[in-house]
């Protein structure tokens, strides 16, 4: 008799976004007339940039002829990409990455759900609450979630750090030892960022507890003020204890071209029940050389070229453009009256629900009214309960158009 991974049965139902799709699809099909304002996932909106899309035209090419002709690539990513990763990215910030500590893949979603596997399931995790939904989603999926407690809306193994507005969304270290610890920094959905020397008192908690820090830092092109590090290798012995992954997602609008990478650097140490050190690099090469077939060589072509400099002058108008819209979304919402949050540092603007809704009530009612989408805090957590997120990856126009039906509601 086949059986199933037991664990698959304690996640909740359908997957937050998968949800949010689904409600609104069927609103879509019941108001044929209403032109509807999606600033729900966060799916970028402005075209590749002109110097990627020559870049892809000239390796989709080279695979017509059989001198320049490829076939399977490094399943770690070609040397040509992992080479400007290493420089743009960290050398010129002044940190030390080798070529070989790069894992090029084909999203932050998928690496930072595949990580936990090279890890024993008996590992304590902690994460942010609210939260991307993955890092917990996975650690469910791997049996280190534990049962559902309905009562607490919480997994019992899990130590949640809760992020809310009286701790102005920084969350505080674990009060126990833990093992793994999720960051996403600056944060999904909150739009937090915290400052080097907020973010070297984790680096120190991993260190003295011989745990790993899981560093998400799929926004650092957001960015915008000083003092907020880009990386976690920005802060000393961070190789010792954090793996980094990033997306070329949202900063060269790839969440359908597909390209991401993972740094997992030598001095990374995990240990055997016994206390043996192993070196976390091998095992992820490992599991990669087996599991993974590599990203397609005109794709990696073209996130070559977002490191060109025409690239990254195009890039950073799409950017600014996401930013502004940002701007627009705060400051109408603050003119409206909401509670704010984020949007500085971050394409998300986290906002209060008005009194008398709850998360889910404001998303039905905001779809309803305004037909404009958004998502509902509570699904990243029990601590986003009362809270929304919006994105800044819309057009302009319909930003500003959105804005304007909320103002209207209020
Ligand atoms: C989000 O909306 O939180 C992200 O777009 C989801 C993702 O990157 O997978």
């Known amino acids: 008799m086949i059986t199933i991974n037991e664990n698959y049965l304690k996640l909740q139902d ?23 304002i999606k600033l729900g996932i966060g799916d970028v909106t402005m075209p590749i940039a002109p110097a990627v899309i020559d870049a892809i ?12 002709f490829r076939g399977y690539g490094p399943e770690q990513g070609y040397a040509f990409l992992r080479e400007k990763i290493a420089e743009c990215d960290y050398k010129k910030r002044g940190i030390d990455i080798q070529v070989d500590e790069i894992f090029v893949s084909d999203g932050a979603k998928c690496d930072t759900g595949n990580i936990g596997e090279i890890f024993g399931t008996d590992n304590v995790v902690a994460i942010t609450d609210p939260v991307y939904p993955v890092y917990l989603d996975t650690n469910i999926m791997a049996g280190r979630a534990g049962e559902y407690n309905d009562k607490e809306e919480q997994y019992e193994n899990i130590v949640y750090l ?10 505080e270290l674990p009060n126990k030892k833990v093992d793994m610890i999720y960051l996403c920094l600056p944060n999904n959905p909150t739009g937090t960022v915290l400052t080097k020397d907020q973010l070297a008192k984790w680096v120190e908690y991993a260190k003295v507890n011989k745990a790993i820090i899981l560093f998400d830092s799929a926004y650092e092109v957001f960015i915008s003020e000083e003092n907020v590090p ?15 992954f990033r997306s070329l997602s949202k900063t060269a609008g790839f969440t359908g071209v597909r390209c991401a990478y993972t740094v997992v650097p030598k001095e990374l140490k995990a240990y055997t029940k016994e206390g043996k050190e192993v070196e976390v690099n091998k095992l992820w090469n490992r599991r990669q050389c087996t599991k993974f077939n590599g990203v397609p060589y005109i794709t990696q072509r073209a996130a070559e070229a977002v490191y060109s400099e025409e690239g990254q002058k195009q890039i950073k108008e799409n950017i600014n453009y996401y930013m502004e819209n940002a701007r627009i979304i705060l400051e109408g919402l603050n003119e409206a009256g909401f509670e704010v949050y984020g949007g500085k540092n971050a394409p998300y603007i986290w906002l209060k629900v008005p009194a008398g809704y709850t998360s889910w009530e404001f998303f039905d ?6 037909n404009v989408v958004g998502t509902p805090g509570v699904g990243f957590g029990k601590c986003g309960e009362g809270y929304f997120r919006l994105t800044a990856f819309g057009s302009k126009e319909n930003t500003i158009e959105a804005i304007e039906r909320i103002k209207k509601l209020v």
């Open 14 to 36: 359908s997957y937050l976004f998968s949800t949010i799709a689904k409600k609104v699809e069927e609103f879509s099909k019941n108001n044929l007339d209403k032109k509807i």
């Open 57 to 68: 035209h000239t390796a989709a090419n080279e695979m017509m002829h059989k001198e320049t």
């Open 162 to 171: 809760p992020a809310t507005a009286e701790n102005n969304f920084v969350p």
């Open 230 to 244: 880009h990386s976690i290798y920005e802060i000393e012995g961070a190789k010792e204890v954090a793996i980094e």
């Open 365 to 370: 009612y905001l779809l309803e009214k305004a």
